[in-house]
């Protein structure tokens, strides 16, 4: 099990040094604002939509590595998605990030995501590695206000 918390360890180092999709799109179909105050995190989620498929996303802001690494790994793991495919993986997540520490992660089903899992132990935590995600709610939502986490 070591094993596997030292290379969940990595992804999320890996994609906090390296974040996948970083940077503001020129042309997007959707944006949106995400603020995580207790821990001061802040991102702007890009979207570009082709009929039902996310055709592209990306982001840009700052925070801790966990809420960077998330939000890395989301964009990785959403891009040719159906938007109920997406809303399905942000439901999971969500379960996963919020079950109890004894319940095994179901890894086949959620990939790299699965190195998030770690963040259940520590619940303010939480809030970093969800706040891509509720940022990528509003964003499909075409929600005008900032998301906070609060
Ligand atoms: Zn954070």
Redesign the pocket.
């Known amino acids: 099990m070591s094993d596997l918390s030292d290379l969940y360890q990595e992804v999320i180092l890996d994609h906090n040094k390296r974040p996948r999709n970083f940077g503001a799109m020129a042309e997007f179909d959707r944006r949106a604002l995400g603020h995580?105050p207790?821990?001061?995190?802040r991102l702007v989620l890009y979207l570009k939509l082709d009929g039902d498929r996310v055709a592209g996303v990306s982001f840009e802001g700052s925070?801790?590595a966990?809420?960077k690494a998330s939000a890395s790994l989301m964009t990785d793991a959403i891009k040719g998605k159906t938007v109920a495919e997406v809303r399905d993986l942000f439901t999971r997540f969500q379960a996963m990030v919020t079950m109890p520490m004894e319940q095994e992660v179901d890894e086949a089903s959620m990939g790299k995501l699965a190195a998030l899992a770690g963040v259940r132990s520590f619940p303010v935590?939480v809030?970093?590695a969800s706040?891509a995600w509720h940022t990528l709610k509003a964003a499909l939502e075409q929600s005008q206000q900032p998301v906070h986490t609060e």
């Open positions: 995580n207790l821990c001061g995190d925070g801790c966990i809420s935590r809030k970093c706040l």
